[in-house]
């Protein structure tokens, strides 16, 4: 079946626009996540979905990082006012549940270049 | 916090050599442990797992054990190929979601 999908797979932007980034889970994953990779910080956790529940977003670095979920399925993880610190892989990745028991399976990521 | 500790690379084994990675954890309670990896350029996918001590993970000839007594899942393979060439990441996840991960480890395989 159909895995995580992520779009854009790349996406330069100019420092201080905003951006957009998308997410579509695997059908029937009620948890998802964001992550993002960078040279300087490895890989970091964002922010957590699961059903219904208020999201975790323990992760996001600063107020300027937002994402939503509508519908219980494809989010959107939103940067506002880019930085260049914010140049990163960001990963998204979808469980059966929010249980680290379930494996995450994780999309292919987008490539943030901020110039 | 919960941490993740895995040994710095890259690790640089001729085919069929052993390999060790080795990965030490921080946490507050009782965590999953996992081993994850990213083939060049493709996505992090799930490599192995175990869910509480004295587990064993194993994958594709890869294993790993969950040691409790000294917080650590060092990743282990009998004889590498060319084609295990990748990026392995240890991770945990405590309370049912989040994965905290290491920095890392790049493995090279020469033919």
């Known amino acids: 079946g159909a895995g995580v999908s992520q779009s854009p797979s790349n996406k330069v932007t100019e420092k201080g626009k905003d951006v957009e980034l998308r997410c579509d889970p695997i059908s029937g994953h009620t948890a998802l996540y964001w992550y993002r990779q960078s040279l300087g910080q490895g890989l970091e956790f964002l922010i957590y979905f699961q059903g219904n529940s208020a999201p975790d977003k323990s992760g996001l670095p600063s107020d300027r990082f937002s994402a939503e979920r509508t519908g219980g399925s494809v989010s959107t993880l939103t940067i506002q006012r880019t930085q260049q610190e914010d140049s990163a892989v960001y990963l998204c990745a979808s469980s059966l549940a929010g249980r680290g028991l379930n494996e995450q399976y994780f999309g292919p990521g987008t490539r943030l270049t901020v110039t | 916090g919960n941490s993740v500790t895995q040994m710095e690379g890259p690790v640089t084994l001729s085919e069929e050599a052993f390999l060790t990675i080795n990965c030490t954890y921080t946490a507050t309670g009782y965590p999953s442990l996992f081993w994850y990896v990213q083939y060049p350029g493709e996505g992090l996918q799930l490599l192995l797992k175990a869910t509480k001590a004295d587990d064993k993970g194993s994958n594709k000839g890869f294993e790993a054990t969950y040691r409790k007594e000294t917080t650590s899942f060092h990743l282990e393979k009998g004889s590498v190929q060319v084609s295990d060439s990748a990026v392995y990441f240890c991770?945990?996840?405590?309370?049912?979601?989040?994965?905290?991960f290491g920095a890392g480890t790049i493995l090279r395989v020469k033919s």
């Open positions: 991770a945990l996840s405590e309370g049912g979601n989040k994965l905290v």
